[in-house]
């Protein structure tokens, strides 16, 4: 007989595991599965995010940018350095011990909450007597039953066509985090979240780095003032960005990868450089789940159908993450697990998408909540603006980083906050004060009301608001 679970969630990355500790805490038998697996073979919960995305990529960053300000910045505070050298192994070493770090957090805390784990694939069998039997095929294979399935299985890289990833001229964000050496020639074909952090990583330790976007627009999700500000520190920095391109081939050679496109222009264009990162966006993973032996139904795009509540057209199967709609990011999916672990339990959270912070952790870094000013127009909704550089806060100037501004969108007629978009220090920890501020339908008159540290970064984001009234103090 195969062992019952009252909860057994698929899958071990934020949405999974989460949502796994979670209903071990409101008392559920629960099971987790998982198939990640370390350099030795052993397991490696945490997803995508833990092992090849989210904590390693921001391990590089941290450590190409204390490269950097060895190299640029410190002589700025009296700071001399000879001989400045990067050891890419050892920087490299660093990253996947961060990474091991978490892979162990996590199991510490399934035991800690006693979340039976099982390292392997989690497969639909079929539909058993006390719910769904799901085949766990790994280092050892068995059938375990749950009432109810989580499925959080994530997504994968979209390889661009006719360029399969071999992960080592061609990269996802997998080849892109293992890099050997700093490339001298760095292509990158996407200009989001993970081409600009990955393109500023390796630009940083010397890479001549060219990123190659689609769009027209640079950064078009964000607000534009924003992303202007963006492209004006990237390009000062030495990205080279081309926008409007089209890509016609990408050729791998002996020791070189050529891709050919037409520019903005439509002119034809080559672009030879010794690694290229593709990172055109994420597709669901739902390769070997067997949906099937059970009817559980996709979309058009492979993604598990699920209405407001995650759930899916099964009775007791849930979906979260980034294998359903809704933003590909760790912290939604967190919050979708918790949600749906909750709802098993009778109660009633509520995930608001409007409220989820999105941020990219280049220098300066790019954070931002609720709507922009182009959405704001385009719905013709009025409102008012309130900006306010980092060049005039005080805390800025010591730290020597003033690229960028808070800005605050506010509604016209009752002043709630609609939207904040900031760029510039540590804008990835300031996100949060907005994000709790429209939670609880803050205006922006609250936030001026509100005393904030001096010296401090958080004093922009006061004076933006400040702004929006336009009586600003300090600029």
């Known amino acids: 007989m195969s062992k019952q679970f009252d909860v057994v969630v698929i899958g071990g990355g934020p949405g999974g595991y989460i949502a796994a500790i979670r209903a071990a805490q409101l ?44 190299g640029h910045s410190f002589g700025d505070h009296g700071i001399g350095l000879k001989d400045l050298s990067i050891d890419v192994a050892k920087m490299l070493g660093r990253k996947d011990a961060v990474v091991k770090q978490n892979n162990e957090g996590i199991l510490y805390l399934f035991k800690k909450n006693k979340v039976t784990f099982f390292h392997g694939r989690g497969a639909f069998l079929r539909v058993g007597d006390a719910g769904y039997d799901v085949q766990v095929t790994g280092a050892t294979e ?159 795009r492979g993604a598990i159908v699920v209405d407001d509540h995650c759930r899916t057209n099964l009775p007791n199967v849930w979906a979260v993450g980034d294998v359903v709609r809704g933003p590909m990011l760790a912290h939604k999916a967190e919050e979708e697990g918790v949600a749906v672990a909750e709802r098993i339990a009778g109660q009633h959270p509520h995930v608001n998408f409007n409220t989820v912070p999105w941020v990219i952790y280049t220098s300066p870094e790019i954070a931002w909540v609720g709507q922009t000013e182009q959405q704001l127009k385009a719905e013709g909704r009025e409102f008012k603006a309130g900006t306010f550089p980092f ?74 608001a400040l702004a929006v009234d336009k009586r600003t103090l300090n600029f």
């Not at 010591?398 to 960028?404: E, L, V």
């Not at 709630?416 to 990835?428: K, M, N």
């Not at 501020?437 to 205006?443: Q, T």
Request: hydrophobic residues 40%.
């Open 27 to 70: 008392g559920f038998n629960t099971a987790c599965i998982d198939e990640w697996k370390n350099d030795k073979g052993g397991p490696a919960p945490g997803g995508t995010c833990t092992n090849v995305g989210c904590i390693p990529s921001k391990a590089l960053l941290q450590s190409s940018e204390y490269f950097e300000h060895a």
């Open 142 to 300: 068995e059938v375990i039953s749950g009432k109810h399935i989580i499925l959080a299985t994530g997504s994968n890289p979209r390889a661009l066509p006719g360029a399969a990833f071999d992960e080592d001229k061609v990269l996802s964000n997998d080849g892109a985090l293992r890099i050997g050496a700093v490339p001298k020639r760095l292509g990158v074909i996407g200009s989001g979240v993970i081409g600009l952090e990955m393109g500023s990583v390796w630009r940083r330790l010397g890479a001549d780095v060219t990123v190659l976007e689609g769009l027209p627009t640079f950064l078009g999700a964000v607000d534009q003032q924003i992303a202007k500000e963006a492209h004006k520190a990237f390009t000062k920095q030495g990205l080279k960005i081309e926008l409007g391109v089209k890509i016609d081939k990408v050729t791998s050679g002996k020791s070189s990868v050529t891709v050919t496109y037409a520019n903005a222009k439509g002119e034809a264009t080559k672009l030879e450089v010794d690694r290229l990162i593709v990172s055109i966006g994420r597709v669901p993973n739902t390769i070997g789940l067997n949906p099937e032996a059970v009817g559980l139904k996709l979309d058009e």
């Open 391 to 464: 060049l005039a806060n005080g805390r800025a100037r010591a730290m020597g980083d003033t690229t960028g501004m808070v800005k605050m969108l506010a509604d016209a007629k009752t002043d709630e906050i609609l939207g904040v978009h900031i760029v510039g220090p540590f804008a990835s920890e300031l996100i949060a004060e907005a994000v709790v501020a429209m939670e609880f339908r803050a205006s922006s008159e609250d936030i001026a009301r509100i005393c904030h540290a001096h010296p401090s970064l958080s004093e922009s984001t006061k004076e933006a």
